[in-house]
């Protein structure tokens, strides 16, 4: 626990302008970020009296190490930094709200020349009509296909526009009348157009007139005797009124507004957003979060409308109402305008239907409250009883909150890599995963390999550590140690892509001086190696040489799924029942999945690399010219360099590089045509089919 007088700034160094500051901890980890109208009297008051702090504000500032800030001309600025460093640095001290996905939108792609009724995620393009959130995908696709049955607009992907274009021949939704076969050409691009400017007029809440016409419609043909019109014309109008009571009107006059209620407690909160577009409830969607800072319904009210509008993907309609303003209400209202383009009402509803219907918006934010206490009751038990039994078996001074396991994957001794996972609070932490391919030798050693990336890992843990001044490197002769490979893994929990290496100009230099998360800065409580005693001793003896002994180490041996210690001639056995042993072995499963993944795509990408996959600054567009010019790799091996230039997009020096590439290679081995088994002459056309070299033996199993 730091002592915040430790690194207390002076008064009279802190500035009285606007401004956003940041409190790291002892690694240099950035985990609180806040916003002040004047920096002087909102930093002085962490400082003072820790029995005068709010307990969460008090077990900041002991966590915290330092405390730095920067200054901004306005208030508009310190709001639009503060929520870019959040979504940086992601502080754990900061409010940040659970279930942050992106909600699906209905929408229609007015910049095309055949607009498209598609569902949407993510951030806004221009020149699309959006309508929505709405809660689930399936309710977009219920609307549309009672829609098209008045609207028969374009709502097949562009592959399939233009081969029923080529073949002259509708899909299927042009023959049953769901579509008005463009395609084809039944209707011109505009008239096509006027039918999607309709669809969009019709879903902005513009649907009396448009019914009153349909109703007289049907009237007239009826009085002409044209019963089948008519009919035609009743069922259009049930299909119209079905859609529209799918969403009913909740506030008149076609209002358009976001509604936010909270409901909190001590220790978490809930945020419930009604979006009402045309006087309709649209969607509805919803966060959690934990109070791990001293905010109040207004301060949660402002995160709330930066998580909502500040990553771009919402649109930010005329009326916004909330239970409670920010203080300051101004900047904030000025920055929602500056996204609008416009005017934006900020206010508390205080009678009416918008009274009434922020109440409803009120029930459902307790009723989420609720509902997520009684699902992390027993979740939050259970991972900390995983955690406290975890480290009174292996004796540790407290429980590791964070956990790094580490796995090697071969098949046969080729593409060995090694995975590293990484667990806090008993949960998967994925954008913190690593990939490793070992270098350091040739062959199969699963112990030697262990050594080797523990060694780059913890090597570069104090590298970074170095660069702060709070470690000198140890010097070590570790062959590996200079080309680490990593990836991180993506948002959605998919495996990162390739890898990057980490020895370049700028690897040690980006993050660094912004405060980032470095890669490799955050050391683990426990250390966990996937095998038994040679793992284990490899593992210890890497640490030993760097002059680490802080971090606790143990393996999980697969066979009976005992936890081995270092230097410890007997294993650790848990209960089957224990759900420690359960949390290791989880933590072990994904490690190894991670490791299979990443060997698996790398043999992949090996047993389907072509001769010209390694030329150096030939991309895959040139590749495929070449090709596609040529013919065949024959062909392209015999063609001199003039011939090479006179493929588009090919200069002389790219052709000279092309042309001493392959003369340098052997031809490639027999091929085979995956999809017909037949053997593929070097000269065939190039689009015969998938091919791949055949090997001379065949890999009989996988080793992680």
């Known amino acids: 626990m730091a002592d915040p007088s430790t690194y207390r700034p002076s008064p009279g160094a802190i500035p009285t302008s606007p401004g956003v500051y940041k409190f790291r901890d002892a690694h240099g980890r950035v ?23 709010h307990p969460r504000t008090a077990t900041m500032v002991t966590t915290a190490a330092s405390v730095e800030w920067t200054v901004v001309a306005t208030e508009v600025e310190a709001l639009q930094l503060e929520y870019s460093w959040i979504k940086e640095f992601d502080p754990r001290f900061n409010v940040k709200y659970r279930d942050d996905k992106s909600y699906p939108e209905l929408a229609v792609t007015l910049n095309e020349e055949y607009p498209r009724v598609q569902v949407m995620r993510g951030a806004h393009k221009k020149g699309v009509r959006y309508f929505g959130p709405y809660g689930h995908a399936w309710a977009i696709r219920e609307t549309v296909d009672l829609m098209l049955r008045v609207f028969p607009v374009r709502t097949c992907s562009n592959g399939v526009f233009k081969r029923a274009a080529q073949v002259g021949r ?42 009153r016409r349909l109703e007289e419609q049907m009237q007239e043909a009826a009085a002409e005797l044209e019963y089948e019109k008519a009919g035609r014309l009743r069922d259009d109008i049930g299909a119209l009124k079905r859609a529209m009571e799918k ?23 809930a945020v419930q957003i009604f979006h009402v577009r045309g006087g309709r409830v649209r969607g509805q969607r919803g966060w959690v979060t934990d109070k791990v800072e001293d905010v109040d319904t207004a301060g949660l009210v402002e995160h709330a409308l930066q998580q909502l509008y500040g990553g ?102 080729e593409d060995v890599v090694a995975s590293m996972v990484v667990f806090e609070d008993g949960l998967a932490r994925k954008s913190e995963y690593r990939r490793f391919q070992i270098k350091g030798f040739e062959g199969q050693d699963d112990v030697r390999s262990m050594h080797e990336v523990i060694s780059r890992r913890f090597r570069r843990y104090l590298q970074e550590r170095e660069q702060t001044g709070e470690w000198a490197v140890p010097e070590a002769d570790d062959p590996g140690g200079q080309d680490v490979q990593d990836a991180q893994v993506g948002q959605g929990g998919q495996d990162g892509q390739d890898t990057s290496d980490l020895s370049g100009p700028d690897a040690a230099a980006t993050r660094d001086e912004t405060g980032r998360p470095r890669r490799f800065a955050y050391p683990p409580q426990l250390l966990v190696v996937d095998g038994g005693q040679p793992q284990v001793a490899a593992a210890r003896r890497a640490l030993d040489e760097l002059g680490i002994d802080d971090v606790a180490l143990c393996g999980l041996a697969k066979r009976l799924e005992e936890v081995w210690l270092p230097g410890e001639d007997d294993p650790v056995v848990l209960p089957r029942s224990s759900e420690g042993l359960y949390l290791l072995q989880r933590v072990r499963d994904e490690a190894h999945r991670f490791a299979i993944g990443y060997q698996r795509s790398k043999r992949s990408k090996r047993l389907t690399a072509g001769e010209l996959d390694s030329v150096p600054g030939l991309g895959e567009t040139r590749r495929q010219a070449l090709l596609k010019h040529f013919g065949s790799l024959k062909r392209l091996r015999a063609a001199t360099v003039d011939e090479l230039c006179a493929v588009p997009g090919i200069g002389r020096r790219t052709a000279e590089t092309v042309a001493a590439a ?11 045509n995956t999809a017909t088994g037949e053997i593929i002459d070097d000269s065939a056309d190039v689009a015969a089919g998938p091919a791949h070299a055949v090997p001379e033996t065949a890999p009989s199993q996988e080793t992680p």
């Not at 970020?33 to 003072?48: D, E, H, I, M, T």
């Not at 042009?174 to 039944?186: D, Q, R, S, W």
């Not at 009913?248 to 220790?267: M, R, S």
């Not at 996204?339 to 918008?354: A, M, N, Y």
């Open 31 to 53: 985990i609180y970020v806040g916003k002040a109208k004047s920096l002087r009297p909102r930093l002085s008051s962490y400082f003072q009296d820790l029995a005068g702090l």
């Open 170 to 211: 509708p899909c299927l939704l042009g023959y049953i009348g769901k579509c008005a076969a463009p395609c084809v050409g039944k209707v011109s691009a505009d008239e096509h157009r006027a039918l999607a400017e309709e669809f969009c007029d019709f879903m902005a809440g513009r649907t009396g007139n448009y019914l």
């Open 247 to 269: 969403n009913a009107i909740v506030l008149a006059d076609a209002t358009d507004a976001d509604l936010l209620a909270v409901a909190e407690d001590e220790l978490e909160a």
């Open 312 to 413: 771009g993907t919402e649109a930010v309609p005329r009326e916004v109402l909330v239970p409670a303003l920010p203080d300051p209400v101004g900047p904030v209202k000025e920055w929602l305008a500056g996204l609008r383009g416009s005017q934006v009402d900020l206010r508390i509803p205080q009678r009416g239907d918008k009274k009434d219907l922020m109440a409803t918006v009120q029930r459902n934010a307790l009723q989420a409250l609720a509902l997520h206490k009684t699902k992390r009751a027993s979740d939050l038990t259970t991972r900390s009883r995983a955690l406290q039994e975890i480290a009174d078996a292996l004796e540790l001074d407290s429980v590791p909150l964070r956990i790094e396991c580490f796995d090697i994957s071969h098949l046969q001794g």
């Open 662 to 672: 392959l003369s340098s290679r052997p031809p490639a081995a027999l091929a085979v």
